[in-house]
């Protein structure tokens, strides 16, 4: 049973389309908020995270949205480019140091 | 800067064999853990170390177990290998916990067969 549903599983997009992966999750204990990118090959790299005191957080063509009432977050990359096919993950986090990911979606961005 | 070490990078097991994956850090993380990645099941956690000297069971422990060996290094044994274990682990570390930024290595691919 996991903790963060993460949807879709894969999404293909054209170049300059903005992609959005969704997350929900039902434990309000959950109070740390990240994004990771993996490559093939390469291990998880942090791309971006959120804290449910804010709605809204941006760094450079990433967003993440956060809906604290809804239970869930969703993570949106602006201008996509074939560099940023990749598969991302999102996480949770408690006041301690389980941290747990979703099932990842595997973008694919056409030139 | 190496960041997080994982070694062996790939090893294949017959089932019933014992092995250790080996992990350091040089980051002077006090947190670190093991995640096995399955397909369409995303990173779980298998164990984590909050500290030098302390280990916690995470998600998916049982068939395992763990070393924190001093600061840098921590360690993940399978004592009898099984085909459910065939996956790819992962090692991170991050600084004081799981709500700081998590560093990860680049995996071993363990197969058992």
């Known amino acids: 049973q996991q903790q963060v549903k993460q949807s879709p599983q894969s999404l293909i997009v054209q170049k300059g389309g903005i992609p959005i992966i969704n997350c929900a999750y039902e434990?309000?204990?959950?109070?740390?908020f990240p994004w990771y990118q993996q490559f093939p090959g390469k291990g998880p790299a942090l791309l971006i995270a959120i804290r449910p005191d804010v709605s809204e957080k941006k760094e450079g063509r990433f967003t993440i949205s956060f809906n604290k009432s809804a239970k869930q977050f969703s993570l949106h990359i602006m201008d996509s480019q074939p560099g940023d096919s990749a598969t991302y993950f999102c996480?949770?986090?408690?006041?301690?140091?389980?941290?747990?990911f979703g099932a990842g979606t595997r973008l694919t961005v056409k030139p | 800067n190496a960041g997080v070490t994982q070694t062996p990078k790939f090893q294949v097991l017959k089932t019933g064999q014992s092995m250790t994956l080996q992990c350091a850090q040089d980051m002077n993380h006090n947190s670190m853990y093991w995640y096995r990645q399955d397909p369409g099941m995303g990173l779980r956690l298998i164990y984590y170390?909050?500290?030098?000297?302390?280990?916690d069971k995470g998600e998916v422990p049982n068939g395992y177990n763990v070393s924190r060996l001093n600061k840098r290094e921590f360690s993940l044994r399978l004592e009898s290998a099984a085909p459910s274990q065939t996956s790819v682990y992962f090692c991170?570390?991050?600084?004081?916990?799981?709500?700081?930024?998590?560093?990860f290595g680049q995996g071993t691919r363990l197969t058992v067969v």
């Open positions: 170390s909050a500290s030098e000297g302390t280990t």
């Open positions: 434990n309000t204990a959950f109070d740390y």
């Open positions: 996480a949770a986090a408690y006041n301690n140091n389980d941290m747990r």
């Open positions: 991170a570390s991050s600084e004081i916990g799981g709500r700081t930024e998590a560093f």
